[in-house]
C-alpha cells in the first residue's frame, strides 16, 4: 500500500500545546499546496494534513461506457493512466482496514461507466459501512444501473450523510425513504421524469426527512406547473436551486414566492420565448438575497428576451457571480450592458454568445466592474490581443479562461497580469506559480485526469468553485476540440 494512503490519526497528539481540533481547523483554511508542505514538517502535521487532504476522495471506476473527453486522444490519455482503477481499490480496500483513515472521509465522488461494475459495486459497498462519520456522496455517471444497492448501504451505514448525488432513470427507489436529513440533492441526470409524474413528489416519497433542511436542490427536466403545494415549504429554506431544462418555467413565480433564503438560481438549457420572458419579470420583484445566476439556452434567443434578462440584472445590483449562455447575434449583446455597468460587486463573470460570434471586446470591457476576479469569455482569436491589452485595467484578476490559446509570456504574467493564477486557453489548462516576490512567473499545465474530474471540492476560491463542473464540461466537449 502506498504510504500516502496510511495516515494513522492521532487524536492525542497536540503539537505545540493547541488542542487538534484547532489545528485541524486551521490546516482546512490552509490551499491544498500549503497543507501537502505540512506532510513534511514532523509526524504530527503529516497525520493532520493527510485527514485534511483525504476528507475528499475520488474513485475511478472505469469501462467502456466512461468517457471524459469528447477528443478521443486526450480520453486515451486519460484511461492510459497507470493503476488509476487500482488505487481506487486499494482506496476502498483501505478504509475497510483503517478505521480512523474511514473517519477522516467526509465526501466520496465515484466516476463510474454506464457498464456493470459488480465488483466495483461491492468494494464500494463493503466500504461505505465503514464510513458513519460520511457527510457527502456523489454518483457521477450516466447510467445509475446499480445505484440501488448503495442507496440501501447508505441509508443504513451513513446516519451523518447531508449531501447526496446520484442519476435517476426509471430504477425504483430505496425500499425505505431517507431518514437523514439531508442539505443538498442532486438527482441528475434524470431521464424518468418522462416516466412519472414530477421530480417532486419523488423527493416527498423518498426524502421525507429533508423537505424541512433542504437548502440546495438540483433536479432535471421538471414542469414547473406540476410542483405540489407539499413542496413548497422546501422553498422557503431553499438556498441554491439548479434547475435543467425545465418546463414552463413562468409557473416557478408561485413557489418562489414562498422564499426566504435564495442566493444562487440556475436556470440550465431553458427556452426562450414568452415563458421565460414572464419569469423573468416576475422575479424582478423577487429574489432579494440573489448573490449567483446562472442562465444558459441551447436556442437562438430574440431582443426581447435580453431586454427582459437586462431588466433581472438591473434589479438585483447585488450579483456577485453571473453565467449567461445565451446565443444571439453579437450585435445585440449591448442591450445587456447597462445591466452589466450595475453589477458593481460582480466577482466571477462567464459570458458565451455562441459559436461563431464575435464579441467587440473594448466596450464590453469598459462597463464591467474592475472587482473581477473570474473572466470566461468566448471570443474570436482575432480579438485576444485587444483583450490582453484591456486585461490590465482589472487588478484582482485571478482567472481568465477563453476557448483560444493565449500568448502568454512570463513578462505579462509578472508586469500586467500579476495576481493571475489560472488560465484556460484553447487546449491549454495551466496553474501560474510566481515566486515569493512575485518578479517571475512560470505556467504549468494541469493534467488531463485534472481536468476530467474536475470539481468544485478541488478549487479554494469559491468563484472557481461555483463554475468548476461548467469549465470542465466545456473544456472537454467537442465544441470547444472544434475551434482549434
Known amino acids: 500500500m502506498p504510504s500516502s494512503l496510511k495516515p494513522v490519526v492521532q487524536t492525542t497528539l497536540s503539537p505545540g500545546g493547541m488542542p487538534l481540533e484547532l489545528w485541524l481547523m486551521v490546516m482546512n483554511l490552509l490551499p491544498k499546496k500549503s497543507v501537502r508542505s505540512c506532510l513534511q514538517v514532523c509526524r504530527s502535521w503529516h497525520d493532520m494534513a493527510i485527514t485534511v487532504l ?11 461506457g466512461l468517457s471524459f473527453y469528447d477528443d478521443y486522444v486526450r480520453q486515451r490519455q486519460v484511461l492510459e493512466l497507470p493503476g488509476l482503477s487500482e488505487r481506487s ?14 473517519q477522516a472521509i467526509k465526501f466520496i465522488i465515484v466516476y463510474a461507466s454506464a457498464d456493470s461494475l459488480t465488483f466495483e459495486k461491492l468494494c464500494l459497498i463493503k466500504a461505505l459501512r465503514c464510513m458513519p462519520y460520511l457527510m457527502g456522496f456523489e ?42 436529513k439531508l442539505t443538498s440533492l442532486n438527482l441528475t441526470p434524470a431521464e424518468m421524469w418522462e416516466y412519472e409524474d414530477n421530480a417532486f413528489w419523488y423527493i416527498i416519497d423518498v426524502f421525507p ?9 438540483t433536479l432535471a427536466c421538471v414542469s414547473t406547473k406540476d410542483i405540489p403545494t407539499e413542496a413548497f415549504q422546501m422553498f422557503a429554506r431553499l438556498r441554491e436551486l439548479t434547475l435543467w431544462e425545465p418546463y414552463e418555467i413562468d409557473a416557478l413565480l408561485l413557489p418562489l414566492r414562498h422564499e426566504q433564503a435564495l442566493r444562487s438560481l440556475a436556470l440550465r438549457g431553458v427556452d426562450g420565448g414568452d415563458n421565460l420572458r414572464t419569469f423573468l419579470r416576475g422575479a424582478t420583484r423577487l429574489l432579494p438575497r440573489l448573490s449567483t445566476f446562472l442562465l444558459t439556452s441551447d436556442e437562438y434567443i430574440e431582443a426581447d428576451d435580453l431586454n427582459a434578462i437586462r431588466d433581472f440584472l438591473i434589479a438585483h445590483p447585488g450579483l456577485k457571480r453571473l453565467h ?3 446565443y444571439c447575434p453579437s450585435q445585440l449583446m449591448p442591450i445587456l450592458y ?45 480579438l485576444l490581443g485587444e483583450l490582453l491589452r484591456c486585461l490590465s485595467e482589472f487588478p484582482h484578476l485571478r482567472s481568465l479562461c477563453v476557448p483560444y490559446e493565449l500568448p502568454l509570456t512570463p513578462q505579462i504574467l509578472a508586469m500586467e497580469l500579476e495576481h493571475l493564477t489560472f488560465v ?6 495551466m496553474h501560474v506559480e510566481r515566486d515569493s516576490s512575485g518578479g ?45
Not at 55 to 64: E, I, Q
Not at 89 to 94: F, S
Not at 147 to 155: D, F, G, Y
Open 324 to 326: 449567461l449562455r445565451v
Open 139 to 180: 454518483w457521477i455517471a450516466k447510467s445509475p444501473s446499480i445505484i440501488q444497492h448503495i442507496q440501501e448501504t447508505l441509508l443504513v451505514s451513513c446516519p451523518n450523510l447531508r449531501h447526496l448525488r446520484y442519476p435517476l432513470d426509471i430504477t425504483p427507489p430505496p425500499l425505505d425513504p431517507f431518514s437523514q
Open 338 to 382: 447597462p445591466a452589466l455597468a450595475k453589477l458593481q460587486s460582480l466577482q466571477a463573470l462567464w459570458l458565451d454568445t455562441g459559436p461563431g460570434e464575435m464579441l467587440d471586446i473594448r466596450p464590453l470591457l469598459s462597463v464591467l466592474p474592475r472587482s473581477l476576479e473570474v473572466l470566461v469569455l468566448y471570443i474570436h482569436h482575432d
Open 54 to 64: 483525504f476528507s475528499t476522495v475520488k474513485l475511478h471506476f472505469f469501462g467502456p
Open 209 to 217: 426527512s429533508s423537505m424541512d433542511t433542504l437548502t440546495a436542490l
Open 440 to 484: 517571475k512567473a512560470k505556467l504549468c499545465r494541469a493534467p488531463p485526469l485534472e481536468v476530467a474530474t474536475w470539481h468544485r471540492y478541488d478549487f479554494d476560491d469559491p468563484n472557481m468553485a461555483w463554475m468548476a463542473e461548467d469549465l470542465k464540461s466545456w473544456i472537454t466537449s467537442a465544441e470547444w476540440k472544434v475551434l482549434h
Open 424 to 429: 484556460a486557453a484553447g487546449k491549454s489548462v
Open 89 to 102: 481499490w486499494e482506496i476502498l480496500d483501505y478504509i475497510t482496514t483503517n478505521s480512523a483513515f474511514a
